[in-house]
Structures are given as C-alpha cells and as structure tokens.
C-alpha cells in the first residue's frame, strides 16, 4: 500500500543514512520534470514542504516545494519530484504535489501561485482562504 510521509515534522522511523541513500538515489535516477541533478542548493532557497513515497517499507518517491526568497518575483516550485517507474501514475503524481502545496498553503509566504513540477501555474488561493479561516474557527459548511 501506497503511503505519503511529511519528512519535516519528525520520525519516520527509518535510518536516515539509509533514507539519504535513496533519497540520493531518486534524485539520480528517476526524477521527474526540469529541475538539473546536480544544481547548487542556493543560500536563500526555502524547503516548505518535502515528502516521500513508500510502498510497504521501500521509499519509491520524493517531493519538495520550494521558494527561492533571494530572488525578486520567484515563485514557489514543486522542486525534485521523483518516482520510480512504476509509480508514475496520474493519480500519485497529482497526490504528492497536492499534499506539498497543502502544507505550503498553510504559510503561503511566496503567494498564492505554485508551480507544478511540469512548470505548470497553480492558483491555490482558495486553499490558503480555507486554511486561514479553519485558523480562525471558522468550521466549513458542509452539504448534504
């Protein structure tokens, strides 16, 4: 079974030389979009959110949003998205990058426009309005 784990609020429970191994892997192997193996983690570069794929006790994807402050007008970027092979289906793809832009939107210091690992824009203003008023108090409306 397919699970999404948010890497920065603690534990996961595996060993972390042997998660930046495959970490390290993905990055090589099997990412997804535009971002260069080998660029340079510039100073101002913000990780928002991260996130990895496991299937059982194997970790077959990684995830990242980003926002590079130091740069006037950057947008917030899904940045290193990686999954193996397998994995790469519509569905997963679009569940990891919206469980990163979730937990950007709970800050939303960039803006309110994301791009996806394609290079795509994504408004995620009504996310981050929704999230502002949970904050408040304010319970959604629900339908029935």
Do not use: N
């Not at 899904?78 to 990891?96: A, E, G, N, Q, S």
């Amino acid at each position: 079974m397919l699970e999404i784990h948010e890497t920065l609020s603690g534990d996961l429970g595996w060993d972390d030389v042997s998660l930046y191994a495959v970490v390290d892997d993905l990055l090589w192997s099997d990412r997804l979009g535009v971002t260069p193996a080998d660029e340079i983690w510039p100073d101002g570069r913000i990780l928002y959110a991260e996130c990895v794929v496991s299937d059982g006790g194997e970790v077959v994807g990684l995830g990242r949003l980003v926002w590079d402050m130091h740069i006037e007008g950057a947008v917030p970027t899904i940045h290193d998205l990686c999954l193996r092979p397998k994995y790469r289906t519509p569905f997963v793809i679009d569940t990891m990058e919206s469980v990163l832009i979730d937990y950007y939107a709970e800050e939303a210091a960039g803006g309110e426009v994301v791009l996806g690992y394609d290079g795509r824009e994504i408004d995620i203003s009504e996310r981050v309005e929704r999230l502002r008023d949970l904050a408040l108090g304010y319970a959604e409306q629900r339908v029935i």
